[in-house]
């Protein structure tokens, strides 16, 4: 099972006070070029997985969709979510993404923000995904960006022959990192970006669209905590589509 970090009342409540919590998708830096790529959404049924406090979902709505299932871990995120929507056409429902069943051919768009560096068995989860796709349907994601979760050793492994062999935490290491971002020990997992993309491809997916954004210099202006991000990229945005027949 997922580590359920944002029903932790520390990290819960500190995570209230980003601006993307407060503001939504407009408190969101990259969310208008998430917006530029998305299909039109009229008529279509949308899944968003690690779903929040809901802003995606209801904004798929605004944008036409006719049916809408949001998927969290956190029962603390699911109830924001519930409190702040007022529509019979979106489901919240509570979800172990490691674990996550959805019935095939039946969603025209799988979206998800920053959740999927906490999954550990993503290729179990982009199966599910491109069976859960209709033809020609899209699954548009973002997650922290590999230079991001990697961050610089603080040692060495050592083989057998008590010899140095490469450095702890490098960026071709893959897999577990513990961070103390808003609570202690946060797990994340760190994969290389080419192992998100085969693992896409090993699917069937065809890669649309990928963006390691960066803040524009006017964004940086306006909010002046951006400008660290300028000297590497802390997201990435993926959009791949599953062939139509």
């Not at 760190?190 to 693992?199: E, F, P, Q």
Request: hydrophobic content about 40%; proline content about 4%; aromatic content about 10%.
């Amino acid at each position: 099972m997922s580590q359920n970090i944002y029903d932790n009342q520390t990290f819960f409540d500190g995570y209230a006070q980003l601006s993307r919590s407060v503001q939504g998708l407009d408190g969101a830096p990259e969310w208008p070029t998430i917006r530029s790529i998305l299909p039109d959404l009229q008529g279509k049924k949308v899944v968003d997985l690690g779903c929040g406090y809901g802003w995606f979902c209801r904004s798929a709505r605004e944008q036409g969709a006719t049916q809408v299932l949001g998927m969290d871990l956190s029962e603390k995120m699911l109830g924001k979510a519930k409190e702040m929507t007022e529509d019979p056409a979106i489901e919240y429902r509570q979800q172990d993404l490691e674990a996550l069943q959805l019935p095939a051919a039946s969603f025209d768009l799988v979206y998800s923000s920053l959740t999927l560096h906490y999954i550990e068995d993503l290729g179990k989860l982009f199966a599910t995904v491109y069976q859960a796709l209709v033809n020609g349907g899209e699954f548009i994601f973002t997650a922290e960006h590999p230079i991001y979760t990697a961050p610089k050793h603080q040692g060495w492994l050592v083989d057998e022959a008590g010899q140095k062999s490469w450095p702890i935490n490098g960026y071709q290491q893959e897999g577990q990192r513990i961070s103390n971002w808003l609570a202690e020990g946060v797990i994340k997992q760190h994969r290389m970006l080419g192992t998100y993309i085969n693992l896409l491809v090993q699917q069937g997916f065809t890669i649309r669209y990928l963006n390691e954004w960066g803040p524009s210099a006017q964004q940086i202006a306006d909010n002046l905590a951006l400008d660290e991000e300028k000297e590497r990229p802390m997201i990435f945005i993926l959009a791949v589509q599953k062939p139509a027949a």
